[in-house]
């Protein structure tokens, strides 16, 4: 909640003086507080918008936790949807010197103004982290209903991975039209997939596939894992090509096949 100092003060007929002073005296009770001790609390003032709110993390954090986020997306993503470019251009800055450097990085980034997009993205991601199934409207003229497993940006476009018929596929978001959620729940556990992914994975990056993946099973050595994986085979070959010396694709036959191709293009393509 923001709260403009001059509103506040004309709403409760008392001067501007009284309220900074409440301001004040509401940071002196967080500072010694013990329930926020921890918590780095203030109300703090917004030079942009002339109001005041409660803020749990130092302005100067915010800043370079907001241009250390710009430089991590801009690594992995050519556009930045219009509702966020706009709320990072006009977030509060008072230091000249970062607001350059947000400006500046915003500046590499193409704008989309796919309203479609974006509420789809939302209702797929909400339909995801309550394991709700959905029905998808294709730009071929198709509905699936679908239980949504994963969304990952891939080769310049976004993927939704959903179980279909008991088989693990991927869609790009530019081919859905429509997306309806349902609140009818899905459970893997259940499920007879029949194109389960295996892969072996060099320990270093366990951790990282755990956090991405559904893992269902795997056998551990000293140096590597083996385990069944519920990924689409999109990401079985993006996982294999940025990591080509630390996972190799055991099946599906096809899924290995394809990453040979893969490796055999482009050492044709070197070699010429």
């Not at 967080?30 to 302005?59: C, G, N, R």
């Not at 556990?189 to 991405?212: A, G, K, P, R, Y």
């Amino acid at each position: 909640m923001k709260l403009n100092k001059s509103e506040l003060a004309h709403k409760l007929n008392v001067n501007e003086r009284s309220i900074q002073r409440d301001f004040s005296d509401i940071n002196n009770f967080i500072f010694e507080d013990d329930t926020w001790v921890d918590q780095k609390a203030k109300v703090a003032y917004d030079t942009t918008t002339a109001m005041h709110s409660l803020q749990t993390i130092p302005i100067k954090i915010r800043k370079q936790m907001i241009i250390a986020l710009l430089y991590q997306m801009k690594e992995t993503l050519p556009f930045i949807q219009e509702e966020s470019y706009r709320f990072l251009k006009q977030y509060s800055l008072s230091n000249q010197h970062h607001k350059w450097y947000i400006h500046n990085s915003l500046n590499n980034f193409q704008v989309s103004t796919n309203k479609i997009f974006s509420e789809t993205l939302i209702e797929a991601t909400q339909c995801i982290n309550n394991k709700f199934n959905i029905n998808i409207h294709t730009s071929q003229n198709t509905t699936i209903y679908v239980s949504p497993l994963y969304i990952h940006y891939i080769d310049d476009n976004y993927w939704l991975t959903y179980i279909y018929n008991s088989t693990i596929s991927s869609i790009r978001f530019s081919d859905i039209v429509k997306l309806t959620s349902t609140t009818t729940s899905y459970d893997i556990s259940i499920m007879q997939l029949t194109n389960i992914v295996t892969i072996q994975c060099d320990n270093s990056l366990w951790h990282c596939l755990q956090n991405e993946y559904v893992i269902l099973d795997y056998d551990s050595t000293e140096n590597f894992k083996t385990a069944e994986v519920i990924m689409s085979q999109i990401e079985c070959l993006s996982v294999a090509k940025r990591f080509p010396q630390k996972i190799k694709i055991i099946s599906p036959q096809n899924y290995k096949e394809a990453y040979i191709n893969h490796l055999t293009a482009a050492l044709a393509h070197y070699s010429s």
